[in-house]
T-cell receptor, first 113, second 114 residues
Framework: GENVEQHPSTLSVQEGDSAVIKCTYSDSASNYFPWYKQELGKGPQLIIDIRSNVGEKKDQRIAVTLNKTAKHFSLHITETQPEDSAVYFC????????????FGTGTRLQVTL | DAGITQSPRHKVTETGTPVTLRCHQTENHRYMYWYRQDPGHGLRLIHYSYGVKDTDKGEVSDGYSVSRSKTEDFLLTLESATSSQTSVYFC?????????????FGQGTRLTVV
């Protein structure tokens, strides 16, 4: 089955700096890669996603890139703010698997003032 | 929140007792999922459903069963709870959005087995 690895497990950046979280996946048949943000005591919230026919996608301060050849994708957050502090999860979905997601182990992002 | 309600939000139970967690959705989505979240493991799929009375196993299904007798309700049952099932459980649905299928999660149920 699919295996998703995520790095780093913790990340501390100063407010205004950029943060990058990286994930790799094992199954070349995966075609959808969402990113989730989870705040303390809440469920994961979808923040951005990318499909295998696209190399990059942006939404304001957040961007995701995908390298299908290398089987890795990354989340980029620019101009970080304290409210960006949370745990971020990447995930991958195999084509035709009833939308089942395989998740990475999470990155705890801390944005310091 | 995609109209997802999980109940209870917190539960403490004793080893060997049965426990049922409920997920209720209000938007008539076909697919529903149960995940568990543990430190160092991210979220792992327990079971999922693709329609009323249609369910299948995920990667960590041992010790769990599910039922879906109505579109809006997806129940997760631990027949005989063990300490290894102490976890936070999340229900999710898949929603069609602009031609794409995206997953949305409930707020979670924190289960402690003592």
């Amino acid at each position: 089955g699919e295996n998703v690895e995520q790095h780093p497990s913790t990340l501390s950046v100063q407010e205004g700096d950029s943060a990058v979280i990286k994930c790799t996946y094992s199954d070349s048949a995966s075609n959808y890669f969402p990113w989730y943000k989870q705040e303390l005591g809440k469920g994961p919230q979808l923040i951005i996603d990318i499909r295998s026919n696209v190399g990059e996608k942006k939404d304001q301060r957040i961007a995701v890139t995908l390298n299908k050849t290398a089987k890795h994708f990354s989340l980029h957050i620019t101009e970080t703010q304290p409210e960006d502090s949370a745990v971020y999860f990447c995930a991958a979905r195999h084509r035709g698997t009833a939308s089942k997601l395989t998740f990475g182990t999470g990155t705890r992002l801390q944005v310091t003032l | 929140d995609a109209g997802i309600t999980q109940s209870p939000r917190h539960k403490v139970t004793e080893t060997g007792t049965p426990v049922t967690l409920r997920c209720h959705q209000t938007e008539n989505h076909r697919y529903m999922y149960w995940y568990r979240q543990d430190p160092g493991h991210g979220l792992r799929l327990i079971h999922y459903s693709y329609g009323v009375k249609d369910t299948d196993k995920g990667e960590v299904s041992d010790g769990y069963s599910v039922s879906r007798s109505k579109t809006e309700d997806f129940l997760l049952t631990l027949e005989s709870a063990t300490s290894s099932q102490t976890s936070v459980y999340f229900c999710a649905i898949s929603r069609e959005l602009q031609g794409n299928t995206e997953a949305f999660f409930g707020q979670g149920t924190r289960l402690t087995v003592v």
